[in-house]
């Protein structure tokens, strides 16, 4: 099937997002903003212990408390969910804590109230007592430690990779995965250079500025529950399991998200309202406040022990990758974390022998999942420092040691899998071009010293999974869009708008795209992994193609000969005699993809596409102070062929920007286990001041074949980089590299000190 | 539980209501006028997603108690653009593409909108100072500040 470009066609043009005019007004809708008659609201009490057995909750008080309408504990909970337990890829997580509890911050109860501020107050009326339960926190440890977190493992059966865990006792290993390619024993035993480095990265936060909201309004047949979520579709699927009801009798509803970024995936508090609204009655809205998006779940915190062979010519003939990802609690989708993101820790080389190990760990610590980047922002900010720390030790040039390992076209993945429009090379030499690197670089006066760096990384998609549309054209001739993509701000709808209107010769503007509402809008896996625009837009192109032809099949029948220009609303008009009808198309779309053999995690067919994204930095260091100052910012990424170039282009910016928060200061503190910074006063995200003083971000000109229009996946490109770039820049003005993120003031002057032989003293 | 009643002007209209003396004007806002431009995230008047203008200045929502609204003109995002044409601000927002998710868009609007009431021709380090209490979590900074400079141009032409 082929598709060309119109001249001054939808895609490619740089439509205002779809509701502009909404957002600039405060008018647009969230769930947020979402009131039902006769709603109650439920407030959480929470674990203050990391481990422990619940011995006593003492709710009565709470009970008590005028205008208080009930208070709901997991007995309550299992009246009307016998087995509550959820999870994409465990049935780990209670909906209320069953007998004991794993972090500090887990729900325990709920009070239930039409004023919140009463429910609130109430829920500080209740008392629990626990039994402390040895905890552990450190991934490292809990490779090894006899703080067991999960009884038994309880595998979803989504997943044949996590089958073979099912019964597992006295493990905290939550998934390991394993790849093997070529003979690497050897080429380290015939290795000219060996060079081992352990990198680590910290807890973070995603913060959507609107927090985790859902409200469902339960019936004893049917319920509806409006939430924020990414994935109305898996949310549906899993209440209907944890209900044993069919699927038609759930509905679930979203509207724009206030942010995502991988939070408001799978379930969260979905199964919590619709239990709650079952044993009140009535509509019940939780909305958690900015503390508890801290308690509910955030960035794998990681530990990547990598190693390479290289060769006298500085090939790099063997990689040993070993990545430890910190779980959580829970595992959300963090085995899908270690695996997918794993198979391309060795980063986007091309090396001949590789082995990585990379599991999934469960801590007491409050859960990790998918943000931004789906674990491939640790991985980048590991084999990018190591990259750099190799040519230096060798005496060659960053971006030439790079540019002689990089893996092409047409060449094997470690996977085995053989790659093809990934513009590794392209992105690489256009970072190179725009920073300069050729031209003798300033390094700065007196105290303040300046450096630059690159870093260059790359991510595979989320594989097999199904996207489903439907294009109504009505009786008028105009149009809707019925997919189940959730703008959370990546401007999905605009995109996907373009798109119809591209196949229908419409404007992009003309299209309404419906929020998705699962009785109405099709099936779709999840907005997340950069999948939508590849996955959802192929979707959307076939449902309007299906469309398209059966227009041209409605006029062949009213004896029109093919290219007539007559109008829509006149062929409906002659059809039927009056204004109506609707025509209605759909499509249908999943990639081949074949899974990664178990034991040797190869595979020919690893992914559809993949998303390149490279990142160069020029900086100041403050040798006095340990301030990093970015000077200047360069994203380059392949997007495939931009559906909306500027769209693309802020995406490409916002993620970079994200990136830099999670790489110079945010990060979860904590105290055994609890968390002791859970507010923006504490955990410092970027604002006007944090921002580089130039930020560039493009795209390389490319095509994603099989992709819609060319187009592919780009949220989360311009995250790899951001960090290696930026610790690879201030080794570069300082001679002192940092091996942990976040690279604060205070890491950056120890480490300066800690060089100079005069270390400074713990505070 | 202390009622109050609190007579003031709303978005160019006279506005009564009986409020709890704890609620805050963001609360106040969205329960009882509808209003939901001004929404809460962080709670602690450090990201600027509740911004109101109360006599003309710019304060967080979530802090101002309600009841300091008795006889105060109240202003919200909702006000601006209501008739046909937007608010050159919020043209401005719009043609430089300046926000994505929408949460804070009513924030910085009516920030800029100060700012640029105050200083019609800001410097960089001016449009960086009075935003620097509204956060963007998708990270459109760049382009908020391009919209700035463009709003500052459209309210001089």
Redesign the interface.
Known sequence: MTTTISPGGQVGRSVPRLEARAKVTGRAEYVHNLRLPGMLYGKIFRSRTAHGRIRRLDVAAARAMDGVQSVITAEDVRRVIPDPYYGPAFHDQPILAIDKVRYVGEPVAVVLAADPHIAEAAAHLIVAEYEELPAVFDEREAMTSTAIVHEVLRPAGTFPDLKHLEGRTNTNIALDFHLRQGDVEAAFAAAEHVFEHTFRTQQVLHVPLEPFVSLADATPSSVTIHTASQSPSFVRIEIARLLRWPENRVRVKTLHLGGGFGAKLYIKLEALVVALSLLARRPVKVALSMEEQFYTITKHASTFRIKSAVAKDGRVTARHCEVLWNGGAYADIGPRVTQKSGFTAAGPYDIPAVSIDSYALYTNLPPAGALRGFGIPQLVWAYESHTDLVARALGIDPLTFRRKNLLRNGRPQATGTIMRDAEIEAVLERLAARLDWNRPFDRGAGPVKRGRGIAIGFKASIAPTTSIASVAIHADGSCTLSCGTVDMGQGSDTAMAQIVAEVLNLDAEAVAVIHPDTDVTPYDMATLGSRSTYHMGNAVRLAAEDARDKIAALAASLGLPPGSNLSLAELFRRKYGMQAGTIIGTGSFIPSYSPPDHSTGLTENATPFWMIGATGVELEVDTETGHVQVTRLVNVADAGRAINPRIVETQLSGASIMQLGFTLFERMNFDKGQVTNASLADYKIPGMHDLPLAIESEFVPAEQHGGPFGAKGVGESATFGVSPAIANAIHDAVGVRLMALPLTPEAVYRAIRAAADDPLGEA | MNARTIRFTLNGGPATAEI?T?QSLVEVL??RFD?????E????G??G?CTVLVDGKAVSGCLFLAVFADGAHVE???H???GER?DPV?EA???A?A????????GF?LMTRQLLDEKPDPSDAE??HY??G??????????IVEAVRLAAKKRKA
């Open positions: 709890g704890h969205q329960q209003l939901f431009g001004a929404r995230s962080c709670a602690q450090l990201c997603c919200t995002v909702e601006l653009g209501a937007l919020q927002f719009i043609e593409g926000f994505q998710c929408g949460f804070c868009t009513p609007v449009i960086g935003l620097s509204n956060l963007c979590r998708c990270g459109t900074y760049p382009q």
